[in-house]
């Protein structure tokens, strides 16, 4: 575990020494903070449902951007060879880095819980549907990085490593876009594999296991995948 | 201490190591040589497990890499060719974090860290970015990230690699120092280099071994009526280096002839 650790945190300084983290941060909540006031002005409701919602559409966009140099920036500076060398585990790689890159997405997360308390103070929205929400954006947002992470052990190139990330994502996000064009299975299959599907039952506070059962499976699957990526050779 | 059984390495239809097989004691000083593309990147990676070979056996200290990587890797200092750094953080930062992934324990680290800091030289710049450093102590960072958890075995490859006279004197001494805590490895192009410190030559030519012989045994074919060079006698060797480029002049057939002289293996 303190191999683990010591590699997100090392993810995490690498992310706050330069002012890539700083903009990011400053980015990302000026957008959220942006919408936040155009959603509540507009509804005049004391829910964080529509706001969850944009977070969910920004975070296709932005994610990519926080992951493509997990790997590929160690890849292409040659310490993943340092890495791959030392005595640890390619699982231990794999989970530091994404506990790394967790804690920068929960970091971010925790900074928008204001919109709770802005609410709280000009009306009672209901706590379990915010909670739940927040509960949702943060798998999804899990969900995201994990294709992130996995795209990024696919590469030396950051570029293409965010591009196979948007393609992924947008796939996931806009499958539901297609389901005009199938009838049946297909149509229940493209829903089900959709992100917004499954973000709208948090959103509007339910949690179901079927939702859960999503994400943790799509982050699980992607981790799986890294490990597998990154540990081509023989040697175990 | 290493024992490197017909190891074969293939990417795709390119052979880079065609059966090598040797062993190293404890303690040696073994200088790697060959031109570039000769397969000695290649073969200390498969040394420190970053290749797996397509074939053949590597036992290090008594474990097989197939089975036991991971403890082997324990005891194995590595240095690549680009030293594997990280330039926003800073010396310290930097050697803490390599502590802490070779599985340096925590009581340990600080003890280590201030033992490579003395001996690598790099007390001054040790709160340093590691972007703003001279290569020269680039090299020596990525020297003591590979010395930090004691290793066994060091494996350099091309550690004096595009530093100046006086850096590559400093890199060398440090090298140097290495060898009664442990075995090296090194490849470099620079022979007066290998003269300096090394006790054997493995000199690599298209994936094979074609000579693996004490420093002191290769060095005396210069003055010997050596067997490989009566053919030839205008390529009679002056030099460590001449032998060097004297042996990819001559053609496979002279390169196996054996060397009963000495003792030492003409392979």
Sequence with gaps: MGIIIALARKELHGYFSTPIAYLMLIAMLSLFNIFFYMIIAQ?????????????????????????????????????????????????????????????????LIAMTIIYYVIVEYFGSPDPISILSGYVGIWLEGAFFIAIGLLTSSWTGNQIIAAMMSYLILFLLYFATSFTQYFTGTVESFLIQLSTRTHLENFATGMITPGDITYYLSGILLCLVLTRLSIDNRLWQ | MIIVDNVVKNFGSFQALDHVSF????????????????????????????????????????????????????????????????????????????????????????????????????????????????????????????????????ILDEPTSGLDPIQVQQVLALIKNQREQRTVILSTHNLTEIEQIAHR?????????????????????????????????????????????????LNSSQETTPDNTTGDKWV
């Design chain 2, 23 to 154: 062993e190293i004691g404890k303690g040696d000083i073994v200088g790697f040589l060959g031109k570039n593309g000769a397969g000695k990147t290649t073969l200390m990676r498969i040394l420190t497990s970053f290749l797996a070979p397509s074939s053949g056996k590597v036992i290090i200290d008594g474990s097989d890499m197939a089975k036991n990587s991971l403890t082997i890797r324990q005891q194995i200092g590595y240095l690549p060719e680009t030293p594997p750094l990280y330039n926003s953080m800073a010396v310290e930062s930097y050697l803490k974090f390599a502590a802490q992934i070779k599985g340096v324990r925590a009581k340990k680290q600080r003890i280590q860290l201030a033992k490579v800091i003395e001996e690598c030289n790099l007390a001054q710049v040790k709160h340093k970015t590691i972007a703003t450093l001279s290569k020269g102590y680039k090299q020596r960072v990525g020297i003591a990230q590979a010395i930090i958890h004691e290793p066994k075995v060091l």
């Design chain 1, 43 to 107: 509804n005049k409701e004391v829910s964080l449902r529509d706001v969850f919602q944009i977070m969910e559409f920004m975070f296709v966009f932005l994610i990519p951007l926080l992951t493509m140099k997990l790997f590929s920036e160690e890849k292409s500076t040659g310490t993943m060879e340092f890495l791959l060398t030392a005595p640890l585990t390619p699982s231990m790689l794999v989970l530091g880095k994404y506990l790394g890159m967790m804690t920068f997405f929960s970091i």
């Design chain 2, 201 to 249: 030559v493995l000199i690599i030519k298209s994936g094979k071994i074609i000579i693996d012989q004490s420093l002191k045994g290769l060095l005396k074919a210069k003055n010997d009526q050596h067997t490989l060079f009566q053919a030839e006698p205008h390529l009679q060797p002056a030099s460590l280096e001449q032998i060097f480029i004297n042996l990819h002049q």
